[in-house]
Nanobody, 117 residues
């Protein structure tokens, strides 16, 4: 499975961005997809996940009520709608998938999100 993110950029605090992640390859084997982020000098952290079967979602407390994860199975694309952005949301955002019976991790190359104050 290959994952390609897009949609990052520079936005002012309070603004919005939508990230996209297009999956290709054995997409039927994807169990879980999610978004992680990594700010300079910090560990990579989970932002949101969506489960392939029932579409259940989960969010980090820091983004609840502001970010929405969704998936369009017909387009093999996952989205992250980010509203009310804050400077502390600045990070490289990575698309992530767990694939197959062993739930092997796959990562995209990352897309930079910068929120100015």
């Amino acid at each position: 499975v290959q994952l390609v993110e897009s949609g990052g950029g520079l936005v002012q605090a309070g603004g919005s961005l939508r990230l996209s992640c297009v999956a290709s390859g054995s997409t039927d084997s994807i169990n879980i997809m999610g978004w992680y982020r990594q700010a300079p000098g910090k560990q990579r952290e989970l932002v949101a996940v969506i489960i392939s079967g029932g579409g259940g979602t989960n969010y980090a407390d820091s983004v609840k009520g502001r970010f929405t994860i969704s998936r369009d199975n017909g387009k093999n694309t996952m989205y992250l709608q980010m509203n009310s952005l804050k400077p502390e949301d600045t990070a490289v955002y990575y698309c992530h998938a767990r694939v197959g019976q062993l739930f092997r991790p796959h990562w995209g190359q990352g897309t930079q999100v910068t929120v100015s104050s």
